[in-house]
């Protein structure tokens, strides 16, 4: 077989046989993914790059004070100057904790979409209850939501998850404008979510998609649920001028394993399996349905980032891939758990798990509507920077 390479030396997935990188545990699973001559991927020579152009040590501790600085500011003389999303997981309950020691006051915000695993729960209160925070928790309308749920699975589409991760941040930025809060504080990190291949999820704000496949395949009205697409968003962040701060990117010292360690240590925290299994949901969906229907084991690229930080060493990551996603009784448990509570008879649950995939895209996206965006803040960018020099 002969192996064609691009103009950058690099090889295809898709002329490949099997192959897993030499650096990383990325390998052929994603179609994207490219090797050079000695076998590394391009996920690595894209980190080595990326590191030479982030700001220095000292530059990142300057802005995370700058940025707090800001945000105490403009919180002044209200009850709270943050919003936190906590989902009893590693990063964002460091967060709490983080948030704590810069003597920020965040009003934390839990999303309940009724697949919360037990040992989270016990993680939030015990943040909530150790730093003294307010808890405000966002439940979803039960019926609406399932029903979105029930529509994803029908439409047989990747990203299961986008109906939990768009309602998510709706729910954050809802809650945010209704108490003028202006800043969202951010668990999204570089550390260890900056991997994740392009063909293994799904747009999370298209919401021309996700009311495309609602309303092919759901049957409850969609009223209730706190949608995000990208004239709400516009309206959030241009209008209200509510904005999402990373705020651990700006943290040199962070490291999953170091944080972990710590809140364990101080808060009682309990570990609950894989990356984002504090949700039932998800623990079933990133450890069973995707590798059984898409192929795709979510753990390589987490595991990947974890190399490419220096946290782990490519040994430990292949040794952890050697391992079921999670225990195999559990996921028969989860299997029939999730029919159920989402409303599948068995019979009906094995026949949309098993039926052929659809892309997103089948099903329409808003793709003229983002240009119809980009458009018009084109055409008022002169007018806005008009305005700011008669300001200055």
């Known amino acids: 077989m002969t192996i064609m390479a ?78 936190l999303g906590l989902s009893g ?36 209160e015990q943040m909530v209850t150790k730093l003294g925070l307010d808890l405000h928790t966002f439940v979803m309308d039960w019926p609406e939501f399932r029903d979105l749920q029930r529509a994803y699975f029908k439409a047989s589409v990747l990203d299961l998850e986008v109906p939990t991760d768009h309602m998510i941040f709706g729910a954050l930025y809802k809650v945010a404008a209704k108490r003028d809060i202006k800043y969202i504080i951010s668990g999204n990190n570089m550390a260890t979510e900056w991997l994740l291949p392009r063909k293994w999820y799904y747009s999370k704000f298209d919401l021309a998609n996700l009311k495309a496949i609602h309303k092919r395949f759901g049957n409850e009205p969609f009223k209730k649920l706190p949608a995000l697409g990208i004239w709400q968003s516009a309206g959030y962040t241009l209008l ?77 990551a292949l040794a952890e891939l050697q391992q079921p996603t999670y225990d195999e009784r559990l996921q028969q448990q989860d299997k029939i758990y999730v029919a159920k509570k989402l409303g599948f008879t068995d019979a009906e649950f094995e026949a949309v798990l098993s039926a052929p995939n659809v892309a997103h895209e089948t099903y329409g996206t808003d793709k003229e509507e983002r240009a119809r965006y980009f458009k018009m803040m084109a055409a008022i960018k002169p007018v806005t920077r008009i305005v700011k020099r008669m300001k200055g």
């Open 240 to 316: 209200r001028g509510i904005t999402d701060v990373k705020l651990l990117d700006m943290v040199p010292e962070y490291r999953k394993t170091d944080a972990k360690r710590l809140l364990i240590e101080q808060y009682g925290w309990r570990e609950y399996g894989g990356k984002h299994y504090e949700s039932i949901f998800t623990r079933f969906f990133q450890g069973y349905i995707l590798p059984r229907k898409f192929g795709i084991d979510k753990r390589k690229a987490h595991l990947s980032n974890l190399i490419l930080s220096g946290e782990i060493t490519r040994e430990q």
């Open 89 to 124: 997981g590693v990063d964002s309950s460091y967060l709490a904790h983080l948030c704590n020691e810069l003597g920020l006051r965040p009003l934390v915000i839990h999303f309940d979409n009724g697949w919360n695993n037990e040992l989270a729960v016990s993680n939030i």
């Open 6 to 83: 691009d103009a950058t030396g690099q090889t295809g997935a898709a002329n490949l046989r099997h192959q897993v990188c030499t650096k990383t545990v990325m390998d052929t699973s994603d179609p994207d993914i490219t090797f050079d001559g000695n076998g590394v991927c391009n996920y690595w020579h894209e980190w080595q790059a990326l590191q030479k152009t982030l700001p220095t040590v000292e530059e990142r501790r300057a802005k995370l004070a700058a940025t707090v600085a800001e945000i105490k500011l403009r919180g002044a003389g209200r009850p709270h100057d943050c919003i």
